[in-house]
């Protein structure tokens, strides 16, 4: 089956969605094929009352996360947004222990505490899921201070969603990163809206990774995140500045979102029209190199079921974990305050 | 495999949504993801979409319908699939559920009117006793209760004080702790009020009166007496045939003579605690002050209770003086104007209380004194005397002993000597 | 033993951890080339290099969360606000990520950080830099809040603050940086959550902290010359509250007034005074009464900023008034 493609006005990469090394291509659809399934049995739990409070999806950004970090090393630093939970499962969160979280049980990666919109883990080099827009930016900035002042070469990627672009602290993070050439990729998910506000209405700028212009040094790069391989290519060459040069990035990579900004919003409607969120699904990123592999003869159909029929068993193991996982017990709700230590 | 399709909380806080419009009539074939209806949650229209592939082979709500989240509002299943099980259990919640919604707001309803109605009687016996001493007369000089700080309030509980008998010094009247010191060390008694109270008439069942300074000092000073001070009571019964006869005699002389039995008894009251000082004392907490004077405070009734004027020196008092003193003090007592010193500094007690026809009773110390004396009444008793039954005026005394300075036998001593004197009158004279 | 300025205190407390730990450095404006805009930082630059004493852009809200991710990542920062009014804009940082990292992570990511800087007024500055902070700060749990009034206190608290792995919010002040007192030359400590008793009397307790409890000290010496014996209590650490020092304090003289640099609603006093009636009602004599400034931003006439300010003589009138003096 051939894809569907349309040429997409909004988006300047216009690489197309090829298959390359099999290895590798069977590897980047299974990770954004289980954030995939992942995500629609969450919004299933959220319907049936298992997960709480805000749950954002990222269902149709799986290529930015998938692109992005699978190629980092397990030193380099993750932070992110409330719309985490792809990000944490391609960072190597168990689905387990990111389902508990959402379920809010013990078992939860932070412990039931955080919830989706605060996945963190420490093992990992996760540091969080952060629910107030921009707020992060510094701290990743403060992140690749001490990657710097340690002499390391670690990188810490940021995402952010395009409504970032527009806050102070993006601004004031960027600056210092830039002064300071600090190794932070910025990574704008631009998936055109502000929960329901476009891009072109709250930003006057036309490529927000022209915000990079600003700070002396700093890269911007536009990328089709529709394309795993595009945003595969173009982090490299980020990640490899950043980790040799100590030299900050600004990505914006264009993406599009299936569902609404959170599960209690419409997926279409006044803010953008339905037509534009069906040509956006032509250009899925999963099943755009799903069909390109197979194109290329390096799946079958049937190894393409196989993988569906594993992912949705890992999926319905994390959910039965997550079910089983018991809530915190009343006395951990004064825990994790303060810790008792000093150094 | 079937697929139900349940009303979703496609919100945070919804709890229950309305199906606006089925988009796929029954027997349509839908995959995973179709918009099957919409539904308006507490925030806005949201879409409804399948969970599965398969014809929506039925729709168990009507549109415009409420359903609760989570409530079975339709089914997805082969064409040819059996859903009997799905439809026998959706339609019993479909039809469960107007029922639990109408019996839900039943509960409330009779909750409601269940407070309402306990509420009402309960308001009705609570205002109605309020409202009514609000009908009586307000006395004049009337004052709330007592304003106290707590360390006052704490204090006056582990020293026994009654707080409502101490004028407070702070802001307001507050009683504060240096009042507290004050009314313990003995000197914070607080001055009479000169408000004049005026007993309310009586409306209704009972008549709220605030207290007066008066009968607060009362209070404090009697449960001052009967908390901390181990009392023990003495009675006795005294032949006063010679007493009256004394009287009778002493008056045939002419008005200059003319006394009560009553002085008579405070004379010889005072006699005897000028022989007996070890009853004539006063308690100070970590002393014991024995009197070599001898200050009688005699207790007088007044309209508004009970005060003890002092008769100074009465042992070395003539009769005569004795009685005109106890006369005047009496007077001003109960016109209210005694001056403090007038009523403190005795050193024991006397309350008589013949005059009401009281036979006997015990009377309460009055502290730091360690005795008082309670008078009965005089009374014709027959009594046996040499032999012989035969009337006799005979009185009965009980004397109150604080028992940390006077023992049994000390009291007993005093009471034999007062015995002496008024069933022999004359050693009155010497 | 050494007398030294507040200023000269913190600058040692810094130096001697800087030395101590290599993870600890300093970023903020102006406290590297500029040696601090109140030179508690000078010469650290010199000792420890620009890349341990960081000058920042003034971008409050940037350089503080640029501390809140180096200390995820295992570094122990130092963040000076110029002053506290200026933390405003980074108070997000402070609130947001510092105080809930801990919590929301489930225990993974603690933040060893200080914030410091100058609280409160100093003179004719005016509104907008004329404000003290301490119960907006104190009001968040997962941080600790810290307001020393002496020298001696402001060096032994500041060492303990940086080796602390929570945030601790560090409020100094403009007013005290010059005032000097005993600091032993010998390594200290003063451990955070523990109050100091500054003068002991068994009359009435004054419960305070920083810069005000210089004023309790006064307040103290002078009403003892009438016979009148103040308990001052200096909490030193506002958050966590020393509440046995302040019981210990009221159970003794029955009767305490509270003093505190910043507004009276929702102040510090009012919280002091809360634990007071829960666990001492039967001891007190008297209401509790507070000393703060007048509810108005700060004027910058010099007549209207004195009477807007609380000082000595108004807490001599509130003592005397719990005392039953006035």
Request: aromatic share 6%; net charge negative; with cysteine.
């Amino acid at each position: 089956m051939a894809s569907k493609k349309k040429p997409d006005p909004r988006r300047d990469s216009q690489s197309l969605r090829v298959a390359g090394d099999p290895a590798l291509d069977r590897e980047l659809l299974h990770s954004m094929l289980l954030q995939r399934r992942f995500e629609e049995k969450v919004g299933e739990a959220y319907a049936l009352g298992k997960v709480g409070g805000f749950c954002h999806l990222y269902i149709g950004q799986e290529a930015v996360s998938t692109g992005i970090i699978a190629q980092l090393r397990p030193d380099d630093y993750v932070i992110g947004t409330y719309r985490d939970h792809g990000q944490a499962l391609v960072r190597g969160i168990t689905p387990r222990a990111v389902m508990a979280e959402l379920f809010g049980r013990i078992d939860g990666c932070s412990r039931g505490k955080g919830g989706s919109m605060h996945m963190f883990d420490r093992h990992t080099n996760f540091l969080g899921g952060h629910g107030i827009v921009g707020s992060h930016v510094p701290v990743a900035a403060g992140v690749g201070f001490a990657i710097k002042y340690r002499g390391g070469d670690q990188v810490c990627v940021c995402f952010m969603g395009d409504s970032v672009v527009n806050i102070g602290a993006f601004h004031e993070a960027l600056n210092m990163a830039a002064l300071w050439k600090l190794p932070v990729l910025f990574v704008i998910e631009n998936n055109r809206y502000g929960m329901g506000t476009s891009v072109e209405r709250a930003a006057a700028v036309d490529d927000l990774s022209r915000r990079a212009d600003g700070y002396k040094g700093m890269d911007g790069v536009v990328i089709d995140g529709m394309d795993v391989h595009a945003v595969r290519t173009a982090t490299e060459a980020a990640i490899a500045r950043a980790r040799t040069e100590s030299l900050p990035s600004l990505l914006e990579v264009r993406t599009y979102r299936f569902r609404g900004h959170s599960m209690s919003d419409a997926v279409s409607g006044t803010y953008r029209p339905k037509e534009e969120l069906d040509e956006y699904q032509t250009m899925d990123p999963i099943f755009s190199l799903r069909d390109a592999m197979v194109i290329a003869g390096t799946l079958t159909v049937a190894e393409w079921d196989a993988m569906e029929h594993e992912v949705a068993a890992t999926v319905q193991d994390a959910w039965d974990f997550a079910d089983a996982s018991p809530e915190p017990p009343p006395a951990a709700l004064y825990e994790d305050v303060l810790v008792d230590t000093t150094s | 495999m079937a697929t139900k399709v349940f009303m979703e909380a496609l919100s945070p806080t919804m709890e229950e949504g309305r199906l606006v419009k089925w988009n796929v009539a029954e027997g349509t074939a839908v995959k995973s993801g179709d918009v099957l209806a919409e539904v308006e949650t507490d925030k806005a229209v949201m879409e409804l979409v399948a969970r599965g592939d398969g014809v929506l082979r039925k729709q168990f709500v009507a549109e415009g319908a409420t359903v609760p989240v989570s409530s079975v509002v339709g089914v997805i299943a082969a064409a040819d699939e059996d859903i009997g099980a799905i439809v026998s259990l959706a339609v019993g919640v479909a039809a469960t559920a107007p029922a639990a919604a109408a019996s839900s707001s039943a509960v409330t309803a009779s909750a409601t009117s269940a407070t309402n109605t306990a509420s009402a009687p309960a308001s009705a016996q609570v205002t109605a006793p309020v409202a009514a001493p609000a009908v009586a007369p307000v006395v004049a000089g009337s004052t709330g209760p007592t304003r106290s700080s707590p360390l006052a309030r704490r204090l006056a509980r582990e020293g026994g004080v009654n707080l409502g008998a101490i004028a407070g010094s702070g802001p307001g009247g507050r009683v504060i702790k240096r009042d507290i010191e004050a009314a313990m060390s003995g000197a914070g008694a607080a001055a009479p009020s000169a408000t004049t109270a005026s007993r309310a008439a009586a409306v209704g069942d009972f008549v709220d009166e605030p207290l007066t300074q008066i009968r607060k000092t009362i209070a404090k000073r009697l449960a001052e007496s009967i908390g901390p001070i181990p009392t023990f009571f003495l009675t006795a019964e005294f032949d006063m045939s010679r007493v009256v006869e004394m009287r009778t005699q002493a008056a045939a002389l002419g008005d200059d003579f003319k006394v009560s039995v009553n002085d008579i008894v405070l004379k010889a009251v005072a006699t005897a605690l000028a022989k007996h000082p070890e009853v004539n004392a006063h308690w100070l907490g970590d002393k014991i002050r024995f009197f070599n004077r001898v200050h009688l405070g005699m207790a007088v009734a007044t309209d508004d209770g009970l005060i003890v004027p002092v008769i100074f020196d009465a042992d070395r008092k003539g009769l005569r003086e004795l009685s005109r003193e106890s006369r005047e003090l009496a007077a001003k007592a109960r016109e209210r104007k005694l001056t403090p010193n007038e009523y403190t500094g005795s050193t024991f007690s006397v309350s008589n209380l013949g005059m009401m026809q009281i036979d006997q009773f015990t009377a309460i110390i009055n502290p730091p004194e360690c005795g008082i004396l309670a008078i009965g009444a005089l009374e014709d008793t027959p009594v046996v005397l040499d032999g012989a039954v035969t009337v006799r005026k005979r009185m009965r005394v009980t004397m109150s002993c604080d028992h940390r300075v006077i023992d049994g036998a000390v009291g007993a001593r005093f009471l034999q000597e007062l015995r002496r004197m008024l069933e022999n009158p004359l050693m009155l004279v010497f | 033993m050494p007398i030294i300025t507040y200023r000269e205190a913190l600058n040692q407390a810094l130096r001697e951890e800087m030395s101590r730990d290599d993870r600890v450095f300093i970023m903020g404006e102006e406290v590297g080339v500029y040696n601090g805009a109140y030179k508690v930082s000078k010469g650290l630059l010199e000792e420890f290099g620009e890349n341990r004493v960081v000058d920042s852009p003034i971008a409050e809200l940037g350089f503080s969360g640029i501390g809140v991710g180096a200390a995820m990542a295992g570094l122990r920062p130092v963040i000076e606000f110029m002053t506290w009014n200026f933390a405003l804009l980074a108070i997000d940082q402070v609130v947001n990520s510092a105080a809930k990292m801990l919590y929301m992570s489930g225990g993974q990511f603690n933040v060893p950080i200080v914030f410091r800087g100058p609280n409160g007024a100093a003179l004719q500055l005016g509104a907008q830099h004329s404000q003290a902070f301490e119960s907006w700060l104190a009001h968040i749990p997962g941080i600790k809040v810290v307001s020393p009034g002496t020298p001696y206190d402001a060096k032994g608290l500041l060492k303990s603050a940086i080796r602390d792995d929570n945030p601790v919010v560090f409020l100094e002040g403009e007013m005290l940086y010059n005032t000097k007192g005993e600091v032993p030359e010998a390594e200290y400590l003063i451990p955070l959550g523990k109050a100091d008793v500054k003068r002991e009397g068994s009359d009435c307790s004054i419960i305070t902290s920083g810069k005000m409890a210089l004023v309790a000290v006064q307040v103290a010496d002078q009403l003892a010359k009438e016979d009148i014996h103040v308990d001052v209590v200096d909490l030193l650490t506002i958050r966590p509250m020393d509440v046995e020092a302040i019981y210990a304090s009221v159970r003794k003289t029955q009767r305490a007034v509270v003093l505190e640099e910043g507004w009276e609603l929702c102040g510090i006093g009012a919280q002091v005074v809360d634990f007071i009636q829960r666990e001492c009602f039967d001891d007190l004599d008297a209401p509790v009464l507070r000393v703060h400034q007048a509810d108005v931003p700060m004027p910058y006439a010099k007549g209207l900023e004195k009477i807007a300010k609380p000082d000595a003589a108004k807490t001599i009138a509130a003592i005397k008034q719990v005392m039953y003096r006035a």
